[in-house]
């Protein structure tokens, strides 16, 4: 519940800040990964708990604590969001204003030169899933041709069962 609520609440943010695609997809992949997480860790966890006394508990909680106000007292000495004088702001925006890639907007400039990697590296990370469900799924239609429960098997005729791969050779090098 608990993760479902952070994508939900992450998703937001990233429409606040304009992100829709990040948000969108944010929400999209974040509820179903912390759904497959929750019911994973369900399935793992033992329906009775084990009582467990740990002395050290407060020191990690002293040390936890002290970390988060630490984090927090680095945060203080950050520019406002948005800051058009930020030190970011001063380093990167006068390289793209300048114009190096030759295109008159600085939107599409970006979009179509430098989100063009995001967009590539996306592109690859689904083609390796997809691969990978398409090997997985005829790994699983192997063993059950194995185990003679193939139904695809019934559906094909006679005669091309006789053909192998050397008459089909054959046939095209006539």
Not at 119 to 133: D, H, M, N, S, Y
């Amino acid at each position: 519940m608990l993760l479902g609520i952070f994508s939900l609440l992450s998703a937001v943010l990233f429409t606040v800040m304009d992100g829709v695609d990040v948000a969108f997809t944010e929400a999209a992949v974040g509820a179903g990964i912390s759904t497959i997480l929750m019911l994973g860790t369900l399935a793992l966890t033992a329906s009775e708990e084990k009582p467990e006394h740990n002395r050290r508990a407060p020191l990690a909680l002293a040390v936890v604590v002290l970390i988060g106000f630490a984090l927090f007292y680095g945060t203080l000495d950050f520019p406002a969001f948005g800051d058009p004088e930020a030190p970011i702001h001063q380093y990167m925006a006068p390289r793209f204003i300048e114009d190096p890639l030759g295109v008159p907007n600085m939107v599409t400039a970006i979009l179509a030169s430098y989100r063009g990697y995001d967009t590539w590296g996306e592109t690859t990370v689904v083609f390796t899933a997809a691969i990978g469900v398409l090997l997985g799924l005829g790994g699983a239609r192997r063993r059950r041709k194995v185990l003679g429960r193939d139904d695809a098997d019934a559906a094909v005729p006679d005669e091309w069962e006789s053909v192998g791969p050397e008459a089909l050779s054959e046939e095209d090098a006539s």
